[in-house]
């Protein structure tokens, strides 16, 4: 629950997206559900993109408040890499769910 709660309101918008596209890509036709999940893939790296930016625009203008201040960036730092941690991860999943549903992966 940390890696959630540190990563800042964003990692929910990541897994809100996610777990919509997938309940979308499941209520629809076969031959949708690649497209489906490939524009899932790209809003999880959106987002994950979104949520790095604004966490470096917090840190940047933050961590010298602090009375420790390159321990403060250092955990600024280590918090918002969780936002392309999870955005990783769920393009990852949602991308292979994409060359399932397609076919591609057939051979394997």
């Known amino acids: 629950m940390d890696f959630m709660r540190d990563g800042g309101f964003n990692m929910w918008l990541l897994l809100a ?3 919509a596209t997938v309940a979308w890509a499941a209520s629809k036709p076969a031959a949708e559900r690649p497209v489906i999940l490939l524009g899932g893939c790209l ?6 993109f979104l949520g790095i930016s604004t966490g470096l625009i ?3 203008a933050n961590y010298n408040k ?4 390159l321990e403060a ?3 600024g730092l280590r918090e918002l890499s969780n936002n392309g941690l999870f955005a990783a991860a769920l393009a990852t999943v949602q991308g292979l769910g994409a060359a399932v549903t397609r076919g591609n992966l057939k051979h394997l």
Not at 43 to 48: P, R
Not at 66 to 69: G, L, R
Request: no cysteine; proline share 11%.
């Open 73 to 75: 960036l250092a955990m």
């Open 66 to 69: 602090f009375p420790e201040p």
């Open 58 to 60: 917090a840190v940047s």
């Open 17 to 19: 997206s996610a777990v």
């Open 43 to 48: 809003a999880s790296l959106v987002l994950g």
